[in-house]
């Protein structure tokens, strides 16, 4: 079976050329734009491996390699980075990534650190020959965070034993949050991955719906879980 690769790159040229080149390199690519829709890419469909720009808007590479190495996710991630200061190398590793490529590169470059790092976290049996890879887990139906747990298969949510009744904008935000519990999402990520659009700095609609979706999920005596980071955006956390 073909290798699946994560591609994060907001550079769209740099994104569908890598995109091609990986594929007819024989990878299954999924290509995504930015670190939002790379961490939901990667509890939908785990990857084999991960090749992360570091500088993206919202979510950059940086902390999409936090998250997922604290969740005890170890699928090997590759940085591209335009940033070539050892600090900022130091900076990546001790995020959790495993090799770095700066741009502009060789895509022969990408194609043999990809190959070593395959390599280390292949298993292999006796005289070196590879043996059969486990089978993956299923990933969990249920996502949990800040005492909200969440079904995106069945499109229900509970904070504690009580279950909430959400719209489908309101679902979506909620699991937006709940997906990046602890980091703090600016206002064009939210208006990008939830409508597709960003409205524009004068525009109220997120924050009615994140008005709409505090009322249902704040409980009198009980922290506030969905907080204003002000001139920023929104974060979910439990103080």
Known sequence: MSQTVLLAEDDRAIRNALERALTLEGYQVMAVADGVEALAQAHRNRPDVLVLDVMMPGIDGLQVCRVLRAEGDRTPILMLTALVETADRIAGLDAGADDYVVKPFDVEEVFARLRALLRRTSPVGVGGAPVAEAPR??????IEAAGVRMDPQARRAWRGARELELTRTEFELLELLVRNSGIVLDHSTIYD??????????????????????????EPGAPQLIHTVRGVGYVLRED
């Open 193 to 218: 991955r939830i409508w597709g659009y960003d409205f524009g700095p004068g525009s109220k609609n997120l924050a009615v719906y994140v008005g709409y979706l505090r009322r249902k999920l704040d």
């Open 137 to 142: 887990p299923v990933p969990e139906r249920f």
